[in-house]
């Protein structure tokens, strides 16, 4: 077996990973897993691409993870122990914000990981975690070739207008400026969808990656266009714990007459509000949804308005739309989410098969519906592997020149 490509998605006490092995074509996937509750409880869970359980690695070995550094040192000894390869071949990594300089996967460089260092307070809550894992595996295998790819890029090519916040140019020219993020699933599933539709791309789509954190991006002849996602991870929707689009006046509010300070408020908005502050009972939308707490039911119908009316502000930005598409977990799994939102966009010609959502059909609107509605899953490690691999490539075909 060939040498394979870890991809890396590190989060503040998680480290997803999945491994690929490189071919002729696109990479295939050989097995995914994570380390969760690194620094607290550690658990580790693997599965083989066809769902079987890996063995993990020895207990104490586990017991003695307190970072993520030492999450990394096991993989290789894990690796040989599954018979998954003896070395890897590169790694590609999620990293959240490319500001404005990283547009495009790249490999990573001393110079480069630097950079990505300092955009640091533009996503406090992902981009440490993001580059620390690149930092521990460089420091471990300096020569492995590491590629990073960008939440952010996907977003890039859209219009001025669309990424303007309205604050004055001194700040914009400072990054304050409105960047998307979910960048990853939205260029997989963009990727995706014109197999769905006869081999022919809609020309109008938005593109709903409903999650923990959600998002939604207009999609213009393949290329975003807009976003609902601003200058952070909390703007837009309501999420499972943050607050999406709030009034800058509420913040003041808050400052002022309830004297929240920063860490106050950066708690309130990142993790005690969304669903969980709404209903009071959970972040989950399946617990929601199996509730009878008529707060569970509100928090629902709240997320729901919010997507409807950031569907109908994307799609004025399109001029019209062709195509929506939902994605992400609750995108993937809730029918009744998508059954709510189907109904309420029925104003732009959006027919719902009531039948075929329920069944979690690919397509999930009637035969004559002027607008067509999708269920793609995303794979955002799928997109991650294919940009190493090409890049690998690239590598070595100019250490061949």
């Known amino acids: 077996m060939h040498s394979p490509l870890l991809i890396l998605n590190a989060g503040s006490s998680s480290l997803k990973f999945a491994l690929y092995q490189r071919g002729g074509g696109e990479p295939a996937l050989l097995a995914r897993g994570q380390f969760a509750g690194i620094g607290r409880a550690l658990a580790f869970s693997a599965k083989s691409a066809d769902g079987r359980a890996l063995t993990p690695p020895d207990a104490a070995a586990l017991a003695a993870i307190r970072n993520h550094a030492d999450a990394l040192l096991l993989l290789p000894a894990w690796l040989q122990a599954n018979n998954l390869g003896s070395a890897l ?3 590609g990594h999620r990293v959240v914000h490319g500001g404005t300089r990283f547009t495009l996967p790249e490999r990573i460089t001393p110079e480069s990981l630097d950079a990505l260092a300092a955009l640091e307070p533009l996503a406090p809550h992902h981009q440490p975690h993001n580059v620390a894992a690149i930092r521990a595996l460089m420091a471990q295998q300096p020569d492995l070739p590491q590629v990073a790819c960008f939440d952010t890029a996907f977003h890039a090519a859209m219009p001025a207008t669309a990424q303007s916040l309205g604050l004055p140019r001194t700040l914009e020219a400072k990054g304050l400026r409105r960047y998307g993020f979910h960048g990853l699933s939205y260029e997989y599933v963009t990727g995706r969808l014109g197999e769905f539709c ?14 923990n954190g959600a998002s939604m991006a207009a999609v213009l002849d393949g290329k975003g266009h807009a976003t609902t996602m601003g200058f952070s991870t909390l703007d837009g929707l309501v999420m499972g714990t943050r607050i999406g689009s709030l009034d800058p006046g509420a913040i003041l509010h808050l ?23 709404l209903s009071g009972i959970s972040a989950d939308m399946k617990t929601l949804l199996e509730s009878r707490d008529p707060r569970a039911a509100a928090a629902v119908e709240l997320y729901c308005y919010a997507i409807v009316r950031h569907a109908g502000s994307l799609a004025a930005a399109l001029g019209g739309l062709d195509a929506l598409v939902f994605t992400g977990g609750v995108g993937e799994n809730a029918a009744p989410i998508r059954a709510q939102i189907c109904r309420a966009l029925a104003w732009l010609a959006l027919d719902l098969d009531e039948a075929a959502n329920a069944r979690g059909d ?26 190493t691999a090409r890049l690998l490539r690239t590598l070595v075909d100019e250490i061949g020149r």
């Open 198 to 211: 006869g081999g022919r791309l809609p020309k109008r789509v938005i593109i709903a990656h409903l999650g």
């Open 255 to 277: 400052m002022r007459e309830e004297r929240m300070d920063l860490k106050a408020l950066e708690d309130l908005f990142y993790n005690r509000s969304g669903l969980l502050g």
């Open 89 to 91: 071949a590169g790694a």
């Open 362 to 387: 690919s397509l999930i609107t009637m035969p004559n519906s002027q607008v067509a509605a999708y269920v793609v899953p995303t794979d955002e490690e799928l997109v991650i592997a294919q940009h």
